[in-house]
């Protein structure tokens, strides 16, 4: 009888390892555990968004089992969350809240996650996939930037510098809250910004700063807002009264602008 050859056998004892490791163990023996109906929303996540990141799902199984849920980061797997639900039952509609912080409550960083439901001590099955966002461009519509005179650190009369970042948008385009947060000002200055928002971003260093609005911004101070939330509309108020109409834009860390064109460039992609 010829020898099997040792790729065959080394096939074998990996499958062999595989099923043995497969559902069946621990407190799922005999349960026959079967993940059904599972969705995400909403479809396109952000971190403090207006509607919560939300794992629908239900299961098959012959009694009521506690089941181990995870958020993972889908291209390292590293796991950044676990939820426990004890005594979760077969066959009912069950949902489960992420609040986009990790075990440690930071905030879990841009990227694709998935979510993986399985009964305690016993293997994981996959429920889907997302990508989270922790900010949103700050202009919800059709815009451009305006190049070098607009770039941050570009001079200004009297020896300033621009601290900001210009885009250009119709006149009325809608701006949204790059980051969920508070309202830390909203005004009027004349000579300057015209009428402007700040918002202190929720779990985060930066602040954001919206200038030249069409009118007054469309939240108060210290008014709670989320990622996403509109805050305002494009304008030229401020000393933009010459220039097409555009937000200047700024991200503040500990009260200093930094430059906000690499950020908006990530968030518009
Ligand atoms: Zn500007």
Known sequence: MPARPAILTLALVLL????AAAPGSGAERGVGFDLRRTKITPKHPTF??????????GFGASRPIDLRIEV????????????????????????RVWNGLDRRGRVAGDGRYELRVGPAGGAMRPAGRFRLRT??????????TRGAIGDFGAPRSGGRVHEGFDITAGCGTRLVAARGGRVEKAGFDPVLYGNYVLIDGRRSRQDYFYAHLIERPAVDRHERVRTGQPVGRVGRTGNAA???????????????????EPRLRDWNG
Do not use: K, M, N, Q
Request: with cysteine.
């Open 135 to 144: 900010h949103v461009f700050p202009v919800a519509g059709r815009h451009g």
């Open 48 to 57: 403090d968004g207006r509607r919560e990141i939300r794992l629908h799902y």
């Open 242 to 260: 010459s220039t097409p109409c555009h937000l200047h834009f700024e991200v503040r860390i500990g009260g200093h602008p930094v430059d906000p």
């Open 16 to 19: 062999a390892s595989l099923t």
């Open 72 to 95: 993972r980061r889908a291209r390292s797997h590293r796991v950044v969350r676990v939820y426990r639900e004890r005594d979760a039952r077969p066959g009912r509609r069950l949902a």
